[in-house]
């Protein structure tokens, strides 16, 4: 709606698991965009593009190729040739010094996934102004930083709380938490390092009390179809819970 309104941007911030992929892959679908470029900071989010993108009936016209190898520019083209559409991914840091490999290509759809990860660093900066002529999609499931740049036609919001309210409405099995205060422990970054919804990327807790903790949450669900949700919850709420 955002795009067809005549908004050249518009912020997908909405809870692990709910299909982030999907949505945008409809995107390219319905506004026909014929090449689109999914980018991030870590390379966490690529499975999900990559196996959203081939195991959907309705993207079975995408063409996803990984930048990376020498041959993605030739794949492309010949995936153009074919009437297909193309989704490209690849990371900020590959991308930066490739800019230059895309003076013949047009750029429709810019994808900044995980942009509360350096989405506001030098390079992304920069990747934006290259391509300022594309439609770009900010995508987070924590993008607490970006949500006042956008206003309610060109942000869709989508927590946990919108996720059981809507359960509960609809009689539909939802996952639980319980949520308990523990004191953080820095080696979590040594084996997550790369992790998206990683404690240091969800919250400065530091600036807020001081003092370091960690949300431990443990999700329950209640029925085996459904997958665990992020932990996305705002300094507000939990200095509530703090208290």
């Known amino acids: ?75 492309m083209e010949e995936s153009l040739l074919k009437g297909r559409q193309v989704l490209l991914f690849t990371t900020a840091q590959y991308l930066i010094n490739k800019l230059h490999l895309f003076y013949d290509i047009d750029v429709n759809l810019l994808i900044f996934d995980e ?42 919001v989508w927590t946990y709380y919108n996720n059981a309210k809507h359960c509960i409405e609809n009689n539909l099995p939802y996952s639980k938490i319980n949520l308990c205060v523990a004191k953080y422990d820095n080696e ?13 990327n969800l919250f400065d807790l530091n600036e807020v009390w001081n003092i370091e903790y960690l949300i431990v949450v443990r999700l329950r669900c209640l029925h085996t179809s459904i997958q665990p949700f992020l932990r996305s919850f705002s300094h507000l709420a939990l200095s509530q819970l703090m208290r």
Request: charged letters at 25%; a negative charge; proline letters at 2%.
């Open 1 to 75: 709606r955002a795009f067809s309104q005549g908004f050249k941007s518009m912020l997908l911030c909405a809870l692990m698991r709910t299909g982030k992929v999907v949505m945008c892959n409809q995107a390219i679908v319905d506004h026909k965009f014929k090449v689109s470029l999914a980018i991030s900071r870590i390379k966490s989010p690529e499975q999900s593009w990559q196996e959203d993108t081939e195991n959907f009936d309705a993207f079975a016209n995408i063409e996803y190729i990984r930048m990376g190898n020498n041959k993605w520019k030739e794949e």
């Open 115 to 156: 942009v509360h990860v350096g989405g506001k660093a030098e390079e992304i900066s920069n990747i934006r102004r290259y391509f300022d002529q594309s439609y770009v999609i900010d995508v987070s499931g924590t993008a607490f930083d970006y949500i006042e740049q956008y206003g309610d036609i060109n942000r869709f």
């Open 188 to 200: 979590f970054k040594q084996y997550h390092p790369d992790a998206p919804d990683s404690i240091t």
